[in-house]
């Protein structure tokens, strides 16, 4: 016969809009049932369930918790870990690519010593989207683009200039920062922070220029009339 419990935790949360602090402490929560009330800067939080499941459940909520002072950190002072704003994105992302990307976009961006901690000028809301591209781009490129460093430039240009990934691999080729191998993936032929530089060059002042047509390929407005077009 299993024995059922009622405990009562009560923890300090940030001053995040009210809606995102108990969406992200319901969606923590594995028992049964629960209840949680936010008033002042603290959650309390009723659980009910066999002993086991509601320590399962807490050390979910302090997790949670963790997450939303990480989030609160990047919103009042320009700083969150990585890995809180992997969970914003919902998915995986090079921090190296961000922190250029973020660059590109003219904003001020640093790692901290072990690359767990992001510094930014960018607002969140930026931060968050220009993560998001770069994870999608990342796994557009996976089978096309051959190695981590390649990846991580071409996701951070596209991101970074708001250029899909075939028009800064079409231009990385041109260019000669990229090229192909024997099968046919797109690969780097130099240090991709120095490729990167070299690339982001070209496609600003291919962007300029309106975007000239490309030797073998299309026009730039061609990609964007097939996007539009479905």
Avoid: C
Wanted: glycine content about 10%.
């Amino acid at each position: 016969m299993r024995v059922v419990h009622r405990r009562v935790y009560t923890v300090n949360v940030p001053p995040l809009p009210v809606e995102k602090v108990y969406e992200r402490l319901a969606s923590a929560v594995r028992t049964g049932f629960a209840e949680i009330r936010i008033e002042g800067g603290r959650a309390s939080i009723a659980l009910v369930g066999t002993e086991a499941q509601i320590r399962e459940a807490w050390a979910s909520i302090k997790e949670a918790v963790t997450q939303l002072w990480e989030l609160y950190r990047l919103l009042s002072g320009g700083e969150a870990a990585i890995e809180a704003i992997v969970r914003e994105v919902g998915r995986t992302f090079p921090p190296e690519a961000l922190v250029e990307a973020l660059r590109l976009l003219g904003y001020e961006a640093t790692l901290n010593e072990d690359g767990a901690v992001l510094y930014t000028t960018a607002p969140p809301e930026k931060v968050v989207e220009t993560a998001r591209k770069i994870a999608e781009v990342m796994d557009e490129t996976r089978f096309s683009v051959r190695g981590s460093a390649a990846k991580r430039l071409v996701a951070a240009l596209s991101a970074g200039l708001g250029v899909p990934a075939d028009v800064v691999i079409e231009y990385g080729l041109r260019s000669r920062v990229l090229e192909q191998d024997e099968e046919g993936k797109v690969r780097l032929r130099m240090e991709w922070r120095q490729g990167l530089r070299r690339l982001a060059v070209m496609l600003k002042a291919a962007r300029e220029a309106g975007w000239p047509s490309l030797e073998g390929g299309e026009h730039y407005a061609g990609h964007e009339a097939a996007e539009e077009g479905g």
